[in-house]
Nanobody, 114 residues
């Protein structure tokens, strides 16, 4: 099993920045993809960004140029640097990992005030 724990969420004004972190533990050997998804109230969970163990990244169009995903394989941690935040970025952000199946963290709330 893989355990994921997010940190770094909170309340920020529009235009501000936050950095999310997600630490993986448990059976973490051969985790291939890690990333972030988000879910706003009443909406489906959507991709934000992913990164492979080799460093290949993928972003949702809505966050390109504002968010940066990175990964420290030695620490089994993935980060999401979020800049120029907008009220529409408000959501619960979930850490994701793929290793013989999908694994999810409990989520961290990000609220952007206008």
């Amino acid at each position: 099993q893989v355990q994921l724990v997010e940190s770094g969420g909170g309340l920020v004004q529009a235009g501000g920045s936050l950095r999310l972190s997600c630490a993986a533990s448990g059976t973490i050997f051969s985790i291939t993809v890690m990333g972030w998804y988000r879910q706003a109230p009443g909406k489906q969970r959507d991709l934000v960004a992913t990164i492979t163990s080799g460093g290949i990244t993928n972003y949702a169009d809505s966050v390109k140029g504002r968010f940066t995903i990175s990964r420290d394989n030695a620490k089994n941690t993935v980060y999401l640097q979020m800049n120029s935040l907008k009220p529409e970025d408000t959501a619960v952000y979930y850490c994701y990992a793929y290793r013989s199946g999908s694994w999810w963290g409990p989520g961290t709330q990000v609220t952007v005030s206008s």
